[in-house]
């Protein structure tokens, strides 16, 4: 597995459930689907920060993580934008 950071692989592990969960909320329309995709994107913007200042104390880590908490930032902050868009057309 390499350089573990247990705290990111907590929030991954447990974000896996909510996005399972937004992701359903979104299919289906509900209106409490956007807040949590915006909440998904702000706790994955604090977890890449915890994770940065691990980092810049020394802390091991893996490039692959810093490549994939962008990308998981970047999709949420997308998904949680449209979803405000198209929830406040209606």
Known sequence: MGAVVPFVLWFNTLAGLAYFIAGLG??????????????????????????????ARGGAFEMRTV???????????????VARQAFSRR
């Not at 994939?68 to 949680?80: D, S």
């Open 26 to 55: 979104l299919w289906q329309g509900r209106r409490w689907a956007w807040p949590l995709s915006f909440a998904l994107f702000a706790a994955t913007l604090l977890v890449f920060a915890a994770f940065g200042l691990h980092v």
């Open 67 to 81: 490549f994939a908490m962008a990308l998981r930032g970047a999709v949420w902050g997308w998904i949680a934008w």
